[in-house]
């Protein structure tokens, strides 16, 4: 962790979407955000498009035009000086949706990234973004990556030479898991940065997501995992220049 010592505490937020219900889904970011607080969490990710369910189909319906929705999540943000990585549907002026990542922080603008690697199909909704993101949380640079921008060598190392010393991953991931995990598992121990992966724990999309939320350090040993069918946080906490997981079950 290049000598890092600060204290830091990463979580994947873990659950079953509503297809295309933004208020119901948004409960489920706040029980959510609400036991990550109890946990001392810094900042928290949760799976691809969490706020509407991956629901191609409903994108261009569902994409956000405003800040509107967000608010809710900033209070909790500034509530907690908690970092919230909400996924969505952006609009794109004269374009498709964009499959997107809110990143909102506490007293600070809210920021989006894009996802820039489609998944096969999703071209048919969705329009590509161009610029990858590091998100500063304490002294760390976090990497931010959604689904399909993992399985692209060149994505995870321009988060490198942008600064990420960790990297995160918010995913739909289903029949694919192990080898999604396979090339986390492998980035870990290359770049000697640990990694994090939010998936759903139900159907979305048609896509049956295996849950199965997991970290790995810096070695690229599993360190925490989820169960397939529970809301949960999978946590990796930084204390010292060591990297330890656990994982929180929503009860």
């Not at 909790?76 to 499959?99: C, F, S, W």
Request: net charge negative.
């Amino acid at each position: 962790m290049n000598g890092i010592r600060e204290r830091l505490s990463i979580a994947a937020g873990q659950f079953a979407p509503v297809r295309g219900n933004i208020e119901e889904n948004m409960r489920c970011h706040e029980l959510l955000i609400t036991l990550a607080a109890s946990a001392d969490v810094n900042l928290i990710i949760f799976p691809e498009l969490s706020l509407t369910g991956y629901e191609p189909e409903l994108a261009e319906k569902l994409a956000l035009t405003d800040e509107s929705c967000l608010q809710a999540l900033q209070a909790l943000a500034d509530r907690h000086e908690m970092t919230i990585v909400a996924g969505a549907p952006l609009y794109v002026q004269d374009n498709k949706p964009a499959i997107g990542a809110c990143v909102i922080s506490a007293g600070q603008p809210i920021s989006y990234y894009r996802k820039m690697y489609l998944h096969p199909g999703e071209s048919d909704y969705f329009s590509s973004g161009t610029a990858a993101c590091v998100i500063t949380a304490r002294t760390f640079n976090v990497g931010v990556a959604i689904c399909a921008d993992a399985g692209q060598p060149r994505h995870v190392e321009q988060t490198v030479q942008m600064g990420a010393n960790i990297y995160i991953n918010s995913v739909l991931s289903a029949g694919g898991y192990e080898k999604d995990t396979d090339v986390l598992k492998s980035y870990a121990k290359y770049y000697a940065m640990p990694t994090l992966m939010a998936n759903y724990c139900g159907t979305s999309g048609g896509w049956k997501p295996v849950g199965k939320s997991a970290a790995w350090n810096a070695k690229g040993e599993l360190i925490a995992q989820a169960p397939e069918d529970r809301a949960a946080l999978v946590i990796m906490d930084f204390k010292d220049g060591e990297c330890a997981g656990k994982v929180i079950c929503l009860s």
